[in-house]
C-alpha cells in the first residue's frame, strides 16, 4: 500500500469504528425515551465488564490515583482503544476491519447483555444493529478508496461480486463514480458528522428524560415529625436563640457566617457522589417499585404513590463514604424527605431468623446491613427527596435508603429496586472486596478554614465540621501546636427547621474556634468527642478495610 493509501485506510478505520460506539451512545440515549426497554452503550457496558473482571485492588487504586475522574478516564480510555484497534485493522486492510467488527458486536452484545439495565434481546440487537451498520459503513468506504485504479484489487472485487456487471469499468461499475480522493473525504466527513450527531442526540435524549422523570415527582409536605419517638414537644433545641416553631428560614442558622466553612445543609449540587455506576440510571418513576421479599411473610411491591400514601418524613443525616480521607470531602449533610424503612419492612413482615437487609439497585449494585437499623430508633429512610427537591440522578432518583450510622457502601443504595430479608451468609457488592461487612460511620472532624497555608496575625476563625451519625457529637476541640485541647462554638444544628426538630446525632454540626494568632508557623489539630464519651482516635489509620481514623491537622503560616 502506499502512503496516501495508508492514511485513507486507517481514517477509514477511525471513521467506522467511531461510528459504531456512536450509534451504541445514541440507542443507548434513545431507549430512555422508550418505556419498557434500557440500553447501556457498548462502552459502558465495557467499562462495566473491565471494572467487573479487575482485581479489587487495581480498582480500589485507580479510584485512590484519580478520584472520581476514574470514570470519564474508564470511559475515554475504551473509546480511544477502540477507535485504535478499529485504525489498526483498516491500516493491515479495509478486509481485516470488516472481520473484525462482528468480533466487536459479539464482545459489546456479550457486555450489555451482562447488565442489569440492559434486557437480553434487546443487547443482542443493538449489537446486531452496530454490526450491520458498521459494516455497511466500511463497505461504503471501502469502495470510495478503490479509486486509484488498482488493477488487481478491482478484478478481485469484481470477481466476488456478481452483481457487478462486465463491461468497461470505469463507466458501468456505479460506485466507481465516487471513486476519486474527494468522493472517499465526503463519505468518511458525513460518516463523522452522523456520529458526532448521533452522540449528541443520545446525550440530548438523555437529559430531556431525565429531567422529565424528576418533574414528575411532586413531593408532598410531610405528615409527621422527624424520627421515630420524636415529637413536638421534643421541638425546642436547648442552644438555639430562635425560639422553636417560629423559625422560617430553611436551612436553619448555622454559626455566623465564617467564609470558607461548610454550610450546615450541603447543597444538592455539591453533595460528593460515590458509585459504581458508569452511567447514572435514568429510572421513570411512574414506572418504578420496589420489592421486599426473602425471609418475609408476605412479599410486597410498592410504587412509589404506595410510598408517598405512607407517614413521610423529613431528616436532617450526614452519610459518608467509607473511602473518605482524614480531612476528605467524601461526606454530606442534607435533609432526607422519605418513609421509614421500619414502616416499609411492617407491610412485608420479616420472619424470625431474618438478621440482614439486603438492598438492591436497578444497576445491580447490592449493601447489606443489620435488620436492627431499621428498628433501634434511628431515622433509617427510604427516602425520595434531598434538601426540598426530588433526589437528584446523581443521588438515587427516585428511591435510595439512607441508614444514619453506616457508611454508604453498606446502605445508602441509590436507585434502589429491591430489599431482600436474608441472614448474614449474605455479602453485598463491596464485601468480598476488601471492604469490612459491618461499617458505622466513625467519628471525625475535619477543619474547613483556614483554606490556606498563610493568614494574617490576629483574631483567625479556625472552623469546620464535625460527625458522628447516629450517636452524635457532644464536643469539638482544638489544639494549636499540641498545646492544650480548646473547646470550639458549636453551630445551631439541631436547630428545629421549618418548625420541626431535628433529631440530635445524625446530622453533622458546624464548629468554630476564635484563635488569636500569633506570627510564625503553626500546627492546629482538631478531634471530636461523642455524645457517648467516645474520644476521637488520634493514630492515624488508612481509610481500608472500614474507615479512616485519626486527626486532621493544618500547617500555616502567620504573617
Ligand atoms: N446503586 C448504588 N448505590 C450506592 C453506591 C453504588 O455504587 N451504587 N455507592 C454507595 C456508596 S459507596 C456511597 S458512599 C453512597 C454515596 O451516596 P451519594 O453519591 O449520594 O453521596 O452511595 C452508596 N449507594
Ligand atoms: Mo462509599
Not at 418513576?285 to 412509589?304: C, N
Amino acid at each position: 500500500m502506499k502512503g496516501g493509501a495508508h492514511f485513507r485506510n486507517t481514517v477509514a478505520g477511525l471513521v467506522v469504528a467511531g461510528l459504531a460506539l456512536a450509534l451504541g451512545e445514541f440507542a443507548a440515549g434513545l431507549s430512555t425515551r422508550i418505556n419498557s426497554v434500557q440500553l447501556i452503550s457498548p462502552v459502558v457496558a465495557v467499562g462495566d465488564l473491565v471494572v467487573d473482571v479487575a482485581p479489587g485492588a487495581l480498582v480500589r487504586a485507580s479510584i485512590r490515583i484519580l478520584g472520581t475522574a476514574q470514570k470519564p478516564m474508564l470511559l475515554g480510555g475504551i473509546t480511544i482503544v477502540a477507535l485504535l484497534i478499529g485504525a489498526l485493522l483498516a491500516r493491515r486492510s479495509m478486509a481485516s476491519l470488516q472481520k473484525g467488527l462482528p468480533a466487536f458486536g459479539v464482545l459489546s452484545g456479550w457486555a450489555m447483555a451482562r447488565s442489569p439495565v440492559t434486557g437480553t434481546a434487546a443487547a443482542w440487537l443493538l449489537a446486531f444493529a452496530v454490526v450491520a451498520v458498521s459494516l455497511a459503513a466500511a463497505r461504503v468506504l471501502r469502495t470510495a478508496m478503490n479509486d486509484i485504479p488498482h488493477r488487481q484489487g478491482r478484478k478481485q472485487d469484481r470477481e466476488q461480486d456478481q452483481e457487478v456487471p462486465r463491461g468497461p469499468l470505469i463507466l458501468e461499475d456505479p460506485r466507481v463514480r465516487y471513486a476519486d480522493r474527494r468522493g472517499f473525504l465526503a463519505y468518511a466527513g458525513g460518516m463523522t458528522g452522523t456520529a458526532v450527531a448521533l452522540v449528541g442526540a443520545g446525550r440530548f435524549f438523555a437529559d430531556r428524560s431525565a429531567q422529565q422523570a424528576r418533574a414528575r415527582v411532586a413531593l408532598p409536605s410531610t405528615t409527621s415529625g422527624t424520627g421515630p419517638g420524636s415529637s413536638t414537644s421534643t421541638v425546642a433545641a436547648s442552644t438555639s436563640t430562635v425560639a422553636a416553631g417560629t423559625t422560617t428560614t430553611f436551612p436553619p442558622p448555622g454559626l455566623p457566617d465564617v467564609p470558607g466553612l461548610s454550610p450546615w445543609i450541603t447543597p444538592n449540587g455539591d453533595f460528593y457522589r460515590i458509585d459504581t455506576a458508569l452511567t447514572v440510571p435514568i429510572v421513570d418513576p411512574v414506572g418504578w417499585s420496589m420489592t421486599i421479599d426473602g425471609m418475609v411473610d408476605q412479599p410486597i411491591t410498592l410504587t412509589l404513590d404506595d410510598l408517598l400514601a405512607m407517614d413521610i418524613l423529613d431528616a436532617t443525616v450526614t452519610i459518608a463514604c467509607v473511602s473518605n480521607a482524614v480531612g476528605g470531602s467524601l461526606v454530606g449533610n442534607a435533609n432526607w424527605t422519605g418513609v421509614l424503612l421500619a414502616d416499609v419492612l411492617r407491610l412485608a413482615g420479616p420472619q424470625e431468623g431474618a438478621e440482614q437487609i439486603m438492598a438492591w439497585s436497578v444497576d445491580g449494585f447490592s449493601a447489606g446491613f443489620p435488620l436492627d437499623v431499621a428498628t433501634d430508633g434511628r431515622t433509617a429512610l427510604v427516602a425520595f427527596g434531598m434538601n426540598g427537591e426530588p433526589l437528584p440522578l446523581d443521588h438515587g432518583f427516585p428511591v435510595r435508603l439512607i441508614v444514619p450510622g453506616l457508611y454508604g457502601y453498606v446502605s445508602a443504595v441509590k436507585w434502589l429496586s429491591h430489599l431482600e430479608l436474608t441472614s448474614f451468609e449474605r455479602e453485598g457488592y463491596w464485601i468480598d472486596k476488601g471492604w469490612s461487612r459491618d461499617a458505622p460511620v466513625k467519628i471525625a472532624s475535619r477543619i474547613d478554614v483556614p483554606a490556606t497555608g498563610r493568614v494574617e496575625a490576629g483574631t483567625v476563625p479556625v472552623a469546620g465540621v464535625a460527625w458522628y451519625p447516629d450517636v452524635g457529637v457532644a464536643a469539638v476541640e482544638v489544639s494549636i501546636d499540641y498545646g492544650p485541647w480548646q473547646t470550639c462554638q458549636l453551630g445551631e444544628g439541631d436547630a428545629p427547621q421549618q418548625g420541626k426538630p431535628v433529631k440530635t446525632g445524625e446530622a453533622w454540626v458546624q464548629w468554630l474556634h476564635l484563635w488569636e494568632a500569633e506570627p510564625g508557623r503553626h500546627r492546629i489539630r482538631v478531634r471530636a468527642v461523642g455524645t457517648d464519651g467516645t474520644l476521637q482516635p488520634g493514630v492515624s489509620v488508612a481509610p481500608a478495610p472500614n474507615g479512616a481514623e485519626g486527626y486532621h491537622e493544618i500547617n500555616l503560616t502567620v504573617a
